[in-house]
């Protein structure tokens, strides 16, 4: 369990957001999220959905079928997240 587990707990949401970070500079697909995360494909719709309302995630489509989803660096909170998970991280590794 890494720190941000140990406050938040572990959720489905949390989850594909910590997967998102850690790929923050990549383009992804929902099979892909739900495969590095062992969720099923509907959780990861689920839970990505709010991401992207709040604009935390941007969603394109890719043909008629295809989306892909990547972390939105613009935003502000999505800045705010990588802050306080980059600084909870090295708190942890100083512990």
């Known amino acids: 369990m890494d720190a941000l587990e140990e406050i938040f707990g572990k959720t489905a949401q949390m989850t594909v957001l ?14 892909g999220i739900a495969e590095e995360t062992g969720l099923s494909h509907s ?4 839970v990505i ?3 992207i309302k709040c ?3 941007i969603e394109k489509p890719l043909g008629k079928q295809i ?6 660096l613009e ?3 999505t800045q705010l997240i990588l802050e306080f ?9 100083d512990q």
């Open 55 to 57: 604009g935390i995630v």
């Open 85 to 93: 998970y980059n600084r909870l991280n090295r708190m942890a590794k």
């Open 67 to 72: 989306r892909t989803f990547r972390l939105n």
């Open 49 to 51: 959905s709010p991401l």
């Open 75 to 77: 935003d502000e909170r």
């Open 18 to 31: 910590k997967n998102l970070i850690l790929h923050r500079n990549e383009s992804t697909y929902l099979s």
């Open 43 to 46: 959780s990861v719709a689920r």
